[in-house]
Structures are given as structure tokens and as C-alpha cells.
């Protein structure tokens, strides 16, 4: 059972179409992340919030939304993909600011289909 | 920057044989060091990882990685290898003063054969 829950498992949308990611941590953890892993590719970060407010947004680019509204929970809006963006989104939650690493704890992700 | 190299794609392997997943990495400071592993349809788990301290580190089901500063590596081994034991496995870097900002491998897809 992962402390991470991720909704829905999978989804297919048009290329016209708006829909959203949700993503909710049961961990008490003050970080939350979007990655992108793609087939042949490195996980790639996409966004990073930190106690609800936004440190990192690895130019990604503007079709993709995120929302933090409080520490547990974390939403990716999503309007006119393209095809390419078709991959496996994850969430992960972390507990920062305690010295040492806090490792990340996943979801088991969202597989998009963008057609 | 930080990168991490992990060398094979995919590793076959026999049922009870041992295997080695090949990490490089590259930074200018110092890291803390992971293995994620990945089974099917499942996200990204915590097997081990590096932090300080003694450069051997375990996991609970019998996998091990070795820190080598000098070759900036960190292998991850398991002597005998089940058939659970078929997933993708990750190695990560994160430079001490950059908190959880994780660079990932591009993975190792292991396949256990009975």
C-alpha cells in the first residue's frame, strides 16, 4: 500500500481535450514532485513544490498546469497536448529540511495516452 | 551538473545466478546515492541508498551497493536472484546542498529466467 495515490491509473484524452492529474500523500511530508518517464528515456523532473509554494519548473511547457492547494495534495492540469507528451506521470513526496537526504516516495502514476 | 550513466539497458539473468547493475556518475561536489526499483505497473520504490558512512550499503532482500568515490560508481549486486526480482532498477544522485532534487538513470530493465 504506497502512501502516494495517484488518479486516475490511466487516461486518454484527445488532443482538444482538458483533463487533470490528482495526486494526495498520506506521509505528512512538506515536498511534493511531477516526473515524466517516457519509454527510453530518464525520469525527468517536471515540477517541485515545496510547503505548497513552487521552487522548480524545469521548463516545462505551459500546456501542463500544476496546482499545490495544501502540503498533501498536488493536481496537473493538463489542456491541448500533443502526442509526444503520451508517458507514465508520477507523483512523489519527500520530507525536506532534516539534514540528511529524505528519500522520495512514488505513486504508481498516471499512463496518459494523448491521441 | 549531475549526471548518472547506467551502462546497461537490459540485463538477463538466470534464476540463483548473481547480477550486477552498473551505476557512473558525475558531479563536482559531493552526492547522496540511490536504487529505486520499478516493477511492472507500479511506480518508483526506495531499495537502498548512500548517505555517509560505511560505503557498503544493503537492502532487506538481499541486494547490496558499494559507494567508490574514486570511480565515481555505486554497483548495485545480489548474489542470487529470484524470479520477483524482475523489474527496472534506477540509480539517482542528489548533491548534498540541493536537498531532493534527483538526477535519474535511465534505468536497467533486469529480466529473471527460471
Known amino acids: 500500500e504506497t502512501g502516494v495515490t495517484q488518479t486516475p491509473r490511466h487516461l486518454v484524452m484527445g488532443m482538444t481535450n482538458k483533463k487533470s492529474l490528482k495526486c494526495e500523500q498520506h506521509l505528512g511530508h512538506n515536498a511534493m514532485y511531477w516526473y515524466k518517464q517516457s519509454a527510453k528515456k530518464p525520469l525527468e523532473l517536471m515540477f517541485v513544490?515545496?510547503?505548497?509554494?513552487?521552487?522548480e519548473n524545469n521548463s516545462v511547457p505551459s500546456r501542463f498546469s500544476p496546482e499545490c492547494p495544501n502540503s498533501s495534495h498536488l493536481f496537473l492540469h493538463l489542456h491541448t497536448l500533443q502526442p509526444e507528451d503520451s508517458a507514465l506521470y508520477l507523483c512523489a513526496s519527500s520530507q525536506r529540511g532534516q539534514g540528511l537526504a529524505s528519500p522520495l516516495h512514488f505513486g504508481n502514476g498516471t499512463r496518459l495516452t494523448v491521441t | 551538473a549531475q549526471s548518472v550513466t547506467q551502462l546497461d539497458s537490459q540485463v538477463p539473468v538466470f534464476e540463483e545466478a548473481p547480477v550486477e547493475l552498473r551505476c557512473n556518475y558525475s558531479?563536482?561536489?559531493?552526492?547522496?546515492l540511490f536504487w529505486y526499483v520499478q516493477y511492472p505497473n507500479q511506480g518508483l520504490q526506495l531499495l537502498l541508498k548512500y548517505l555517509s558512512g560505511s560505503t557498503l550499503v544493503e537492502s532487506i532482500n538481499g541486494f547490496e551497493a558499494e559507494f567508490n568515490k574514486s570511480q565515481t560508481s555505486f554497483h548495485l549486486r545480489k548474489p542470487s536472484v529470484h524470479i520477483s526480482d524482475t523489474a527496472e532498477y534506477f540509480c539517482?544522485?542528489?548533491?548534498?546542498?540541493?536537498?531532493?532534487?534527483?538526477?535519474f538513470g535511465g534505468g536497467t530493465r533486469v529480466l529473471v529466467k527460471p
Open positions: 539517482a544522485v542528489s548533491e548534498k546542498a540541493a536537498g531532493n532534487k534527483l538526477t
Open positions: 513544490y515545496n510547503f505548497k509554494e513552487q521552487t
Open positions: 558531479s563536482s561536489v559531493s552526492v547522496y
